[in-house]
C-alpha cells in the first residue's frame, strides 16, 4: 500500500503527523507532507495500520490510502 496527500484538501490540522509523525511529516506552513519512509515507496507493512488510522482521522479526507503495491 501507499499514501498520498491531497494538497488541494489539506488545511494543516496536523492529524497526520502527531498520528504517525514517521509517516508524515509537516512544511514550513504546517501542511501534510510525506517522509522519507512513505514518499515513492510503499509504506511499510507494520506501519500500514497507522497509515489508515491517520487517514481516516484527517477531517478533510486529505490522507489518501491507495491498497495496490507497486513494485
Do not use: W
Not at 1 to 15: A, L, N, Y
Request: hydrophobic share 30%; glycine share 8%; with cysteine.
Amino acid at each position: 500500500m501507499r499514501v498520498s496527500i491531497d494538497t488541494t484538501k489539506c488545511q494543516g490540522h496536523g492529524r497526520c503527523y502527531d498520528l504517525a509523525p514517521d509517516l508524515f511529516g509537516e512544511d514550513e506552513e504546517g501542511y501534510a507532507t510525506l517522509t522519507d519512509l512513505t514518499a515513492d515507496r510503499d509504506v511499510p507493512e507494520d506501519r500500514e495500520g497507522d497509515a489508515r488510522l491517520a487517514a481516516a482521522n484527517c477531517p478533510e479526507s486529505a490522507v489518501l490510502v491507495h491498497e495496490e503495491a507497486h513494485a
